[in-house]
């Protein structure tokens, strides 16, 4: 299984950015696809994941109302749609993935496959 992130890139505050996911190798309707964002200095954090059901977890609280995950089974990819940004979501975004039905798609600890990472740089 291979992914491909993109999208990410410098806006102002209070814009959008859609970040893609692509998958090869495994349909992701058969993986736990999470996103995963980290800040200079800070620990790999949870933002939202999209099990192999298509059931949305919760997104992290400073994300809430915000950001949509979504996933298109034709194209085998994922997205993250990210608006209002703030300079706080700044960092490196990754997407991961993994084929166990049942794992704790919170912890990055659960995932087998990460993408190279996308950078989202929020201005103020």
């Known amino acids: 299984v291979q992914l491909q992130a993109s999208g990410g890139g410098l806006v102002q505050a209070g814009g959008s950015l859609r970040l893609s996911c692509a998958v090869s190798?495994?349909?992701?309707?058969?993986?736990?696809m999470g996103w995963f964002r980290q800040a200079p200095g800070k620990e790999r954090e949870f933002v939202v994941a999209?099990?192999?059901?298509?059931?949305?977890?919760a997104y992290t609280d400073s994300v809430k109302g915000r950001f949509t995950v979504s996933r298109e089974n034709a194209k085998n990819t994922i997205y993250l749609q990210m608006n209002s940004l703030k300079p706080e979501d700044t960092a490196a975004y990754y997407c991961?993935?993994?084929?166990?039905?049942?794992?704790?798609?919170?912890?990055?600890?659960?995932?087998?496959?990460w993408g190279q990472g996308t950078l989202v740089t929020v201005s103020s």
């Open positions: 190798g495994r349909p992701i309707n058969n993986l736990n």
């Open positions: 999209i099990r192999w059901s298509g059931s949305i977890t």
């Open positions: 991961a993935a993994d084929g166990r039905r049942s794992v704790a798609v919170y912890d990055t600890r659960s995932y087998d496959y």
